[in-house]
């Protein structure tokens, strides 16, 4: 104890902190509290200072989610697949070998909300679109241990059979040209024709496999988005050279 005290009448430190901060608890909220608004302060100021073309990376060789697209990610996102998969491919030679090319800012230009996830109890998705085709989508949503032995994931069957809604689909349309999105329009009537239209094509590729389905099936959605993700990333990048 003695020891301690002579260390602390040599430094001063001691004396300092025990005079300014000990028994004064008003005192130190009040401390605490600057101290946690000037770290705030750092990380907010910049955001509404900073021009947006400085702020994040744009590219022009990302397009916009198609409303089939969108309606996959809202289901995306309301299933929880967030939570198991990441869709974030690191510089890193063990995930690229895996995975693929590692992911550029660009890319999540549209991504509203981000969906990168924070652990990987399934493999990153940031490039499955066209890993797969498109049946190997609906068998793994209604059991995936028939198209990957072993895995913990959850069935889906209701995706199956569950609807989308063509309004509550142009309702996030709208929302997202809202923000940015640039959309060439966000009319219920053009919104449902762009979902038909693909949906057909997915429809057609999975009767090819001998599955039975229709353009507004949720499963079909969930499959266009996951057919979508990276495709545009990795044709760029393979274009420039850049697959490492």
Same mark, same amino acid.
């Given at each position: 104890?003695?020891?301690?005290?002579?260390?602390?009448?040599?430094? *001063?430190?001691? =004396?300092?902190?025990?005079? !300014?901060? %000990?028994?004064?608890?008003?005192?130190?909220?009040?401390?605490?509290?600057?101290?946690?608004?000037?770290?705030?302060?750092?990380?907010?100021?910049?955001?509404?200072?900073?021009?947006?073309?400085?702020?994040? %990376?744009? !590219?022009? $060789? @990302?397009?916009?989610?198609?409303?089939? %697209?969108?309606?996959?990610?809202?289901?995306?996102?309301?299933?929880?697949?967030? +939570?198991?998969?990441?869709?974030?491919?690191?510089?890193?030679?063990?995930?690229? +070998?895996?995975?693929?090319? $590692?992911?550029?800012?660009?890319?999540?230009?549209?991504?509203?909300?981000?969906?990168? *996830?924070? =652990?990987?109890?399934?493999?990153?998705?940031?490039?499955?679109?066209?890993?797969?085709?498109?049946?190997?989508?609906?068998?793994?949503?209604?059991?995936?241990?028939?198209?990957?032995?072993?895995?913990?994931?959850? @069935?889906?069957? $209701?995706?199956?059979?569950?609807?989308?809604?063509?309004?509550?689909?142009?309702?996030?349309? =709208?929302?997202?040209?809202?923000?940015?999105?640039?959309? %060439?329009?966000?009319?219920?009537?053009?919104?449902?024709?762009?979902?038909?239209?693909?949906?057909?094509?997915?429809?057609?590729?999975?009767?090819?496999? *001998?599955?039975?389905?229709?353009?507004?099936?949720?499963? !079909?959605?969930?499959?266009?988005?996951?057919?979508?993700?990276? !495709?545009?990333?990795?044709?760029?990048?393979?274009?420039?050279?850049?697959?490492?």
């Amino acid at each position: 104890m003695s020891d301690h005290n002579h260390h602390d009448s040599e430094t *001063g430190y001691g =004396r300092f902190h025990r005079r !300014v901060f %000990e028994r004064k608890a008003g005192v130190f909220a009040v401390a605490t509290t600057v101290a946690i608004s000037v770290g705030a302060l750092v990380e907010l100021i910049p955001m509404f200072t900073a021009s947006s073309s400085a702020s994040w %990376e744009r !590219v022009d $060789w @990302v397009t916009p989610y198609t409303p089939l %697209e969108v309606a996959g990610r809202d289901i995306y996102v309301r299933e929880g697949c967030y +939570l198991c998969h990441s869709q974030m491919i690191r510089p890193m030679r063990a995930e690229i +070998l895996r995975y693929g090319p $590692w992911t550029r800012a660009g890319e999540y230009q549209y991504d509203r909300p981000f969906l990168l *996830g924070s =652990r990987r109890l399934g493999p990153d998705l940031q490039r499955v679109g066209g890993k797969y085709p498109d049946a190997w989508h609906y068998e793994h949503m209604r059991d995936p241990r028939s198209t990957s032995p072993g895995s913990v994931m959850p @069935v889906y069957p $209701w995706l199956i059979d569950s609807k989308i809604d063509p309004a509550d689909i142009a309702a996030s349309v =709208r929302a997202l040209a809202r923000v940015g999105t640039p959309y %060439e329009s966000t009319d219920e009537a053009w919104v449902a024709g762009r979902l038909q239209s693909q949906g057909a094509t997915i429809v057609q590729n999975l009767a090819s496999a *001998g599955i039975t389905a229709e353009w507004d099936d949720e499963i !079909v959605a969930l499959t266009a988005y996951l057919q979508r993700l990276g !495709v545009e990333g990795r044709a760029h990048l393979a274009n420039q050279g850049g697959d490492s």
